[in-house]
């Protein structure tokens, strides 16, 4: 099946340092890859959608700025938190959109970032 | 923007028992309507999904049915086992492969 990785799964980091993370698409090519953040016990939140080749959707209220992502090749995206702080500490989710008849999002395992 | 509501936000349930989550959506133009499960630290996993175009899909103990007139669509899960215990999420979006609006999740517990 379709297997999506995150590295790093766990990252501590201290404050004003910036952090990146990688979603892989491990078995298909992926034009589409979605960034999720999620805080403990709540849903999963949209921050943007990423497009290979092209810059990425951020959801309302999200900085661009703040959260660069970068689809540089159809099985990687990255998510890089600059000049984090405290109130970045989250569960950072991708998932990749596998094409074809089905059209599903698959779910990487998430990524644990606490900024001390 | 969709919005969309789940219920409950607990559920407890015998073994064997059945389990039931439902949820609402806002935006009649949602098409797509999967179902997630998500154990703890680990990232979500799509389950079941449902297009508007059926009104209800079963896969083994897992079935989902879909009201678009009222705008709601259920999970159940038949014959309910340990392994079953986890955080559930609904979500919709207009389209498969569009942005998904997330239901606030469903933890739930199943007791041997």
């Known amino acids: 099946g379709a297997v999506v990785s995150q590295h790093p799964s766990r990252v501590i980091c201290k404050s004003g340092t910036s952090v990146k993370i990688e979603c892989r698409s491990l078995?298909?090519?992926?034009?589409?890859m979605f960034w999720y953040r999620q805080f403990p016990k709540q849903s999963l939140m949209l921050m943007a959608t990423?497009?290979?080749?092209?810059?990425?959707?951020?959801e309302q209220g999200v900085e661009k700025d703040k959260f660069l992502i970068n689809h540089a090749s159809l099985t990687l995206s990255t998510l890089t938190v600059t000049s984090a702080h405290p109130e970045d500490s989250s569960f950072y989710i991708c998932?990749?959109?596998?094409?074809?008849?089905?059209?599903?999002?698959?779910f990487g395992p998430g990524t644990r970032l606490t900024v001390t | 923007g969709e919005n969309v509501e789940q219920h409950p936000s607990t559920l407890s349930v015998q073994e064997g028992d059945s389990a039931v989550i439902k949820c609402t959506y806002s935006d009649s133009a949602s098409n797509y309507f999967p179902w997630y499960k998500q154990e703890l630290g680990k990232g979500p996993q799509l389950i079941i999904d449902i297009r508007s175009n059926v009104g209800e899909k079963k896969d083994q103990r897992i079935a989902v049915t879909l009201n678009k007139t009222a705008k709601h669509f259920s999970l159940h899960i038949t014959e309910t086992q340990p392994e079953d215990s986890a955080v559930y999420f609904c979500a919709a979006s207009k389209a498969a492969g569009n942005k998904l609006t997330f239901g606030g999740g469903t933890r739930v517990l199943v007791k041997p």
């Open positions: 078995d298909f090519q992926a034009t589409t």
């Open positions: 990423s497009n290979e080749g092209s810059k990425a959707t951020y």
């Open positions: 998932s990749a959109l596998l094409a074809g008849a089905s059209y599903e999002q698959y």
